[in-house]
């Protein structure tokens, strides 16, 4: 049987005029095959071709439309359960969860170019600034504590020659910690290695000198975060994590234009 035919053999919901789910259609052979069919079918429900409560394509239908194997729709399904989007129902299959909604994320796969990494750095911005000012307004003794080993194993991490990239991350929590809202820290982590550009430290510095040169200049950064987190000062704290993370996206841009050029 061909695609089309499968297609057509399916009782797949259509749209207003007949017109079949972009979803069912063949897929090419891409890395991340779950990740594309949960894209077209988030879209299909976001876009309303898929209304609240109706039923998803059969899994025989999804295959032999779009090519994958069962383990791959059956993935997709999981996926989109896990995010609120549909809802399975024992021996009836899976339907569009009332109130679906495109959930918020950020997929490592299409940060593919310097700008939008950049982007993710500028939404970052936002949040950390506010971060470091409510941490320098509400951090308790023990929360200071917490920031100062976070800054002080990023120094251990430097001086045993490493990128310290989890300690960095480790730092920036302990100051979304500081601020009493959790909904800071559920943020960077939902971000993860997403905050730490510098994950291409190695090709940003060559010599081991120079890449050191380059570790220590951001520990310099994080040491005024510290001192005005320490201090209570609220606005300088702000003033800081502006001045770290400006200047994190300056070196990250510099950086991918010198990638460009080589």
């Given at each position: 049987?061909?695609?089309?035919?499968?297609?057509?053999?399916?009782?797949?919901?259509?749209?207003?005029?007949?017109?079949?789910?972009?979803?069912?259609?063949?897929?090419?052979?891409?890395?991340?095959?779950?990740?594309?069919?949960?894209?077209?079918?988030?879209?299909?429900?976001?876009?309303?071709?898929?209304l609240p409560g109706a039923r998803l394509p059969t899994e025989q239908a999804m295959i032999a439309?779009?090519?994958?194997?069962?383990?791959?729709?059956?993935?997709?399904?999981?996926?989109?359960?896990?995010?609120?989007?549909?809802?399975?129902?024992?021996?009836?299959?899976?339907?569009?969860?009332?109130?679906?909604?495109?959930?918020?994320?950020?997929?490592?796969?299409?940060?593919?170019?310097?700008?939008?990494?950049?982007?993710?750095?500028?939404?970052?911005?936002?949040?950390?600034?506010?971060?470091?000012?409510?941490?320098?307004?509400?951090?308790?003794?023990?929360?200071?504590?917490?920031?100062?080993?976070?800054?002080?194993?990023?120094?251990?991490?430097?001086?045993?020659?490493?990128?310290?990239?989890?300690?960095?991350?480790?730092?920036?929590?302990?100051?979304?910690?500081?601020?009493?809202?959790?909904?800071?820290?559920?943020?960077?982590?939902?971000?993860?290695?997403?905050?730490?550009?510098?994950?291409?430290?190695?090709?940003?510095?060559?010599?081991?000198?120079?890449?050191?040169?380059?570790?220590?200049?951001?520990?310099?950064?994080?040491?005024?975060?510290?001192?005005?987190?320490?201090?209570?000062?609220?606005?300088?704290?702000?003033?800081?994590?502006?001045?770290?993370?400006?200047?994190?996206?300056?070196?990250?841009?510099?950086?991918?234009?010198?990638?460009?050029?080589?």
């Open positions: 049987m061909t695609l089309a035919r499968a297609a057509a053999a399916s009782r797949s919901p259509r749209k207003p005029g007949g017109k079949r789910l972009a979803a069912l259609r063949p897929l090419a052979a891409p890395r991340r095959l779950t990740h594309e069919l949960v894209e077209r079918l988030t879209a299909e429900i976001v876009s309303g071709k898929l439309a779009t090519g994958v194997s069962r383990t791959v729709v059956r993935e997709a399904v999981a996926a989109l359960r896990a995010e609120g989007l549909v809802v399975t129902r024992q021996g009836a299959g899976a339907f569009v969860a009332e109130g679906a909604r495109r959930p918020f994320r950020i997929n490592a796969d299409e940060l593919r170019s310097l700008r939008e990494v950049v982007e993710v750095m500028e939404l970052r911005t936002g949040i950390e600034i506010e971060s470091a000012g409510l941490a320098a307004e509400r951090a308790a003794a023990d929360h200071v504590r917490a920031i100062e080993r976070a800054f002080a194993a990023i120094e251990k991490a430097i001086a045993r020659g490493d990128s310290a990239i989890d300690q960095d991350f480790a730092f920036h929590c302990s100051i979304a910690q500081a601020t009493g809202n959790p909904q800071f820290l559920r943020f960077l982590e939902y971000l993860g290695g997403f905050i730490i550009p510098r994950q291409t430290v190695r090709v940003a510095a060559g010599s081991a000198s120079a890449r050191r040169a380059y570790l220590d200049l951001i520990q310099n950064e994080h040491r005024e975060i510290v001192e005005a987190i320490r201090a209570h000062a609220t606005q300088k704290a702000r003033a800081a994590m502006r001045h770290h993370l400006m200047n994190s996206r300056k070196r990250y841009q510099k950086l991918g234009a010198k990638l460009a050029d080589d």
